[in-house]
């Protein structure tokens, strides 16, 4: 494992493979986003780090680290991508309150709280579990519903 001085300042890149960005945004973002440079899209984004170079004692590169996307969810309404930038923003609000930014926004720093709310309204894994359970028991059946009465 890689040991850094305490106040080397770490550059991070995107490593190539991103198969689970192609996945997780839907055909219509993607036509958008080449139709129209500057759009935005928001997500929730899993990273794992895949590489790293300039670590040596002696060595005259930078720190670097890549990174590449391991999970990604993309917001596809206006309700969602609302909720996702207030918890950007509670997250933004106390990472300033820790003292590594330069300036504060209005609002709640509770980040659990926003995050909370957030999936307040998104089904939990015991009912996606469920659902998926009830997708395999339709496809076992052939797609049949039978109907009484």
């Not at 080449?34 to 790293?52: D, Q, W």
């Amino acid at each position: 494992m890689p040991r850094l001085d305490e106040d080397a300042e770490v550059e991070v890149k995107l490593d190539g493979a991103a198969g689970m960005l192609q996945q997780a945004i839907p055909a219509i973002l993607r036509r958008g986003l080449f139709e129209a440079p500057g759009a935005r899209i928001v997500a929730v984004v899993e990273f794992a780090s895949t590489t790293y170079t300039g670590h040596a004692v002696g060595e005259d590169k930078d720190p670097q680290v890549k990174l590449r996307v391991k999970l990604a969810e993309v917001a596809v309404e206006g309700d969602q991508i609302r909720r996702l930038r207030e918890v950007m923003r509670a997250m933004y609000r106390q990472r300033k309150m820790n003292g590594t930014l330069d300036e504060i926004g209005p609002g709640s720093q509770d980040v659990d709280a926003a995050v909370e709310l957030l999936l307040a309204e998104h089904p939990t894994e015991g009912e996606f579990e469920a659902h998926e359970e009830r997708e395999r028991a339709r496809k076992r059946s052939g797609g049949r519903v039978e109907r009484y009465g």
